[in-house]
């Protein structure tokens, strides 16, 4: 039997919100093939295993600030640096492996040492600093001045750093979409994958640019190419609804599939809706339910919502009112308006025992009183809008 209620609207890649300290190493562990490791020597191949630097050189992954593994990476790094003494690349990357646990003096004196040494990613890296005032001393001229100066060397870092600050207008400049695309083509011309991604959402959304569909396109299959796994679900958006090249539901399954193995968790929950709809091949409940379920266990608000209409359906699983009725509450709680609201303003979309295990669930969390007659009255709604996160 077909679901009544309708599919809530697919995801669509959009820019990253720029947060945080070197922001833009966030998705490289996670989402590159890391199978282009400069071939080093001994010890300093450990370094550069735990703690390199993404694209650098291009094409290479690298590891992001987030993803180093604080003690292993400063061991392998101080010993590559005692070997060689006088690689200012790998003071930046023992600078990095400090970062990472929050020894920020050590790696600020530590970049400063690179910086000295005429590295250019110890400048950038240093430049973030002094943008974020990591230390408490913020001085954002001196670190937009150090990243031109590393960019004008011809670093990708520098260069896609600077793009994204003209780009969200930040560290006291104004947005200027002219100059971020400027520097994100530099960027994305030597191989940084991510620029590419976002010059490439910028150019498909018009984001204070002339709409270059087909341009964006060409990117995304650059950075795809490169094993970027944002850019490969973004290439499945984009056959999807036909941007920059005709619509092609295949393409758009081949593309999810291949982003979800990389884990992109929006990704999977498209590519669930595919299977679900029967769109660029057969119809499969069962495989739809497992991209859906493996999304929802990653945090993704449509997935659970749509993995809760699978379960009361008995859709690719067996019926389970009290799976979907969670499904849904989660899916609120996780911010997701449209459950909420058909919720509210559409309650015969939901079965009686949907909504009676709903209640279960509500009174369980001490915010319902009333019967459990499985119909959605003014107190089970008001019960509803009151789940942490929900935003009627």
């Given at each position: 039997?077909?679901?009544?209620?309708?599919?809530?609207?697919?995801?669509?890649?959009?820019?990253?919100?720029?947060?945080?300290?070197?922001?833009?190493?966030?998705?490289?562990?996670?989402?590159?093939?890391?199978?282009?490791?400069?071939?080093?020597?001994?010890?300093?191949?450990?370094?550069?295993?735990?703690?390199?630097?993404?694209?650098?050189?291009?094409?290479?992954?690298?590891?992001?600030?987030?993803?180093?593994?604080?003690?292993?990476?400063?061991?392998?790094?101080?010993?590559?640096?005692?070997?060689?003494?006088?690689?200012?690349?790998?003071?930046?990357?023992?600078?990095?492996?400090?970062?990472?646990?929050?020894?920020?003096?050590?790696?600020?004196?530590?970049?400063?040492?690179?910086?000295?040494?005429?590295?250019?990613?110890?400048?950038?890296?240093?430049?973030?600093?002094?943008?974020?005032?990591?230390?408490?001393?913020?001085?954002?001229?001196?670190?937009?001045?150090?990243?031109?100066?590393?960019?004008?060397?011809?670093?990708?870092?520098?260069?896609?750093?600077?793009?994204?600050?003209?780009?969200?207008?930040?560290?006291?400049?104004?947005?200027?979409?002219?100059?971020?695309?400027?520097?994100?083509?530099?960027?994305?011309?030597?191989?940084?994958?991510?620029?590419?991604?976002?010059?490439?959402?910028?150019?498909?959304?018009?984001?204070?640019?002339?709409?270059?569909?087909?341009?964006?396109?060409?990117?995304?299959?650059?950075?795809?190419?490169?094993?970027?796994?944002?850019?490969?679900?973004?290439?499945?958006?984009?056959?999807?609804?036909?941007?920059?090249?005709?619509?092609?539901?295949?393409?758009?399954?081949?593309?999810?599939a291949r982003a979800a193995d990389g884990q992109q968790v929006d990704a999977m929950t498209n590519?669930?809706?595919?299977?679900?709809?029967?769109?660029?091949?057969?119809?499969?409940?069962?495989?739809?339910?497992?991209?859906?379920?493996?999304?929802?266990?990653?945090?993704?608000?449509?997935?659970?919502?749509?993995?809760?209409?699978?379960?009361?359906?008995?859709?690719?699983?067996?019926?389970?009112?009290?799976?979907?009725?969670?499904?849904?509450?989660?899916?609120?709680?996780?911010?997701?308006?449209?459950?909420?609201?058909?919720?509210?303003?559409?309650?015969?979309?939901?079965?009686?025992?949907?909504?009676?295990?709903?209640?279960?669930?509500?009174?369980?969390?001490?915010?319902?009183?009333?019967?459990?007659?499985?119909?959605?009255?003014?107190?089970?709604?008001?019960?509803?809008?009151?789940?942490?996160?929900?935003?009627?």
């Amino acid at each position: 039997m077909m679901s009544r209620r309708r599919h809530l609207p697919l995801l669509k890649w959009a820019l990253p919100v720029l947060v945080g300290l070197v922001p833009f190493h966030a998705r490289a562990a996670a989402n590159l093939d890391m199978t282009t490791e400069p071939a080093r020597p001994g010890d300093i191949s450990e370094c550069y295993r735990l703690a390199g630097e993404p694209y650098a050189p291009p094409a290479y992954s690298g590891v992001a600030i987030e993803a180093i593994e604080p003690e292993a990476a400063i061991r392998a790094c101080e010993t590559a640096r005692q070997a060689e003494p006088r690689d200012a690349m790998l003071t930046d990357l023992a600078a990095r492996a400090y970062q990472a646990r929050g020894d920020f003096e050590t790696a600020r004196r530590l970049y400063e040492e690179a910086d000295r040494a005429g590295n250019a990613y110890g400048k950038a890296n240093l430049a973030w600093f002094f943008i974020e005032g990591t230390l408490g001393e913020t001085d954002a001229p001196r670190g937009i001045a150090m990243l031109e100066a590393a960019a004008a060397t011809g670093n990708s870092l520098a260069q896609y750093s600077l793009g994204l600050i003209y780009r969200e207008g930040r560290a006291d400049v104004a947005p200027d979409p002219g100059k971020a695309v400027g520097w994100l083509e530099k960027a994305a011309a030597q191989g940084h994958a991510i620029a590419m991604y976002d010059l490439a959402i910028m150019l498909r959304d018009g984001a204070g640019v002339a709409v270059d569909e087909k341009a964006s396109l060409s990117w995304l299959e650059k950075a795809a190419g490169l094993g970027d796994a944002d850019s490969m679900a973004a290439l499945g958006y984009a056959y999807e609804q036909g941007l920059g090249t005709p619509v092609d539901y295949g393409k758009a399954r081949e593309w999810y599939a291949r982003a979800a193995d990389g884990q992109q968790v929006d990704a999977m929950t498209n590519l669930g809706r595919l299977y679900e709809a029967g769109e660029g091949g057969e119809r499969d409940y069962v495989r739809a339910f497992d991209l859906y379920s493996r999304a929802a266990e990653a945090g993704n608000p449509t997935a659970m919502a749509n993995l809760a209409n699978l379960y009361e359906f008995g859709l690719g699983t067996d019926a389970n009112p009290k799976q979907a009725a969670y499904w849904l509450a989660r899916a609120i709680m996780a911010g997701n308006e449209d459950t909420l609201a058909q919720l509210l303003t559409a309650p015969e979309d939901f079965s009686a025992a949907v909504i009676e295990a709903l209640q279960v669930f509500l009174q369980g969390r001490g915010l319902y009183a009333g019967e459990t007659d499985g119909k959605l009255n003014p107190e089970t709604a008001a019960a509803l809008s009151k789940l942490p996160g929900a935003q009627p």
